[in-house]
């Protein structure tokens, strides 16, 4: 079965820095890659998504991913994160074709002041 | 601004009573997801709809669990009987392409 790791659980930045974080996935076929954020409180919002073309892929906020195949990885990226930026970030893919979304373990961001 | 919605959005309630969570999925939207959210677990899928038919209820308890799209525009997850370590929030996502679009969700306490 297909799973997701995102290995930062938790991250501290201040404001301005850059942010990288980590997401891979274990599937050998066709794959779509979706980020997705969590504000406190509030439900899950698309942040961008990969299905096929473009590697490099740029969602709201300012925020991107890169599909790297050989690395079975979709690092989410942002050049410089803002307090509200504070949130829960999701990966998740869909393998094979099919409908069903597998999300990883999700990584609190808090950007500081 | 087409959006899924959830009810209710919180919900206490003893153990052993029955808990109904109700989703109504965009319109159009052919593929009707549910997902449980915990501090331990993370988020795991419970089940899923496609044209309102049960396609994956792996992952959802069969004994107490119950779901169902009696109609396009409705979903509901049932709970029977309830307990503590069902406490969680439920979100229900819908999507026409692969994009699962989410909820609100329904943050349930069981006491």
């Known amino acids: 079965a297909q799973s997701v790791s995102q290995h930062n659980h938790h991250v501290i930045l201040s404001e301005a820095a850059s942010l990288e974080l980590g997401c891979n996935y274990s599937?050998?076929?066709?794959?779509?890659l979706f980020w997705y954020v969590q504000y406190p409180g509030q439900h899950l919002q698309l942040l961008l998504k990969y299905f096929s073309g473009d590697p490099l892929v740029k969602g709201i906020k300012g925020f991107e991913a890169e599909f790297i195949k050989s690395k079975f990885s979709f690092n989410l990226r942002k050049p410089s994160v803002q307090w509200s930026d504070t949130a829960e970030y999701f990966c998740a893919v869909i393998t094979g074709g099919g409908n069903k979304l597998t999300f990883g373990t999700g990584t609190q961001l808090k950007v500081e002041l | 601004d087409a959006r899924v919605t959830q009810t209710p959005r919180h919900k206490v309630t003893e153990m052993g009573q029955e808990v109904t969570m109700r989703c109504q999925p965009i319109l159009g939207h052919n593929t009707v997801f549910w997902y449980r959210q915990t501090m331990m677990q993370g988020l795991e899928l419970l089940a899923y709809?496609?044209?309102?038919?049960?396609?994956?209820d792996s992952g959802m308890p069969k004994d107490r669990f119950s779901a169902e799209m009696p109609d396009a525009t409705l979903a509901t997850l049932k709970i029977q009987p309830s307990e503590p370590r069902d406490s969680a929030v439920y979100f229900c996502?819908?999507?026409?392409?692969?994009?699962?679009?989410f909820g609100p969700g329904t943050r349930l306490t069981v006491l």
């Open positions: 599937y050998g076929g066709t794959v779509n």
């Open positions: 709809f496609r044209n309102r038919a049960p396609l994956d």
């Open positions: 996502a819908s999507g026409r392409t692969s994009v699962p679009f």
